[in-house]
């Protein structure tokens, strides 16, 4: 999804909680992987991404990835942790469950479940939670998986918007020098015309490369 689709979306849901919610998450995931003040670093793994045994959070990573080299964030860039790894796949999409194993202090680790995770998920989440990982989730309103996660954006089944399109708003928020996000009513016009107008210049420069 564009930025253009993005802006329109979020003028669709203006009024509702998800655009803020998804600013809120996005913040909080940025917080968690960009040193403060950019400066001394710190020691870690980055940031990780996984879904379930049955969903891979492709699109998530493709827009994080993007984000990361249009708002010279490269900390956004997440490293896929894959349930199944095939043959012959390159290096950068052999990433196996054995890699959330060796999380700890430092690094940031991005769960995204649409339905049940999964005991052998919510083990390893576990472990990489007591080592001293971040832990956010974005999720169906899993109880387990919420109560391990340090953030939690949850879309119910019966929600007016799917988990996808969440994932949309999360992406494109995540590299956005926002300010807190202001509850209840609408932006101001003039301040959706800037958002979008900054949304337009991004798309105008030379795009990263595709995973």
Not at 41 to 63: D, F, K, Q
Not at 96 to 119: F, K, S, W
Not at 170 to 196: H, T
């Amino acid at each position: 999804m564009d930025a253009v689709r993005v802006a329109l979306l979020r003028e669709v849901l203006a009024g509702t909680e998800w655009p803020g919610a998804a600013r809120r998450f996005a913040g909080s995931l940025r917080r968690s992987v960009v040193p403060s003040g950019r400066s001394g670093g710190r020691s870690g793994s980055g940031l990780l991404l996984v879904g379930t045994e049955a969903y891979e959070p492709w699109h998530l990573g493709a827009h994080l990835v993007d984000e990361a080299a249009w708002s010279g964030l490269p900390e956004l860039a997440p490293t896929l942790v894959r349930h199944r790894v095939l043959p012959g796949e390159p290096a950068h999409l052999s990433v196996g469950l054995g890699r959330l194993e060796a999380a700890g202090r430092g690094a940031t680790l991005l769960v995204v479940a649409p339905e049940e995770p999964g005991q052998g998920l919510l083990e390893r989440v576990y472990g990489a939670r007591r080592a001293g990982a971040t832990v956010l989730s974005l999720d169906g309103g899993d109880r387990e998986l919420g109560g391990l996660a340090h953030e939690v954006l949850s879309v119910p089944v019966d929600a007016d918007l799917d988990l996808d399109t969440v994932q949309h708003l999360v992406g494109a928020a995540a590299g956005e020098n926002a300010g807190p996000v202001q509850r209840g009513g609408p932006r101001r016009f003039r301040d959706r015309l800037a958002r979008l107008a900054d949304r337009l210049d991004r798309l105008t420069a030379p795009p990263p490369s595709r995973w």
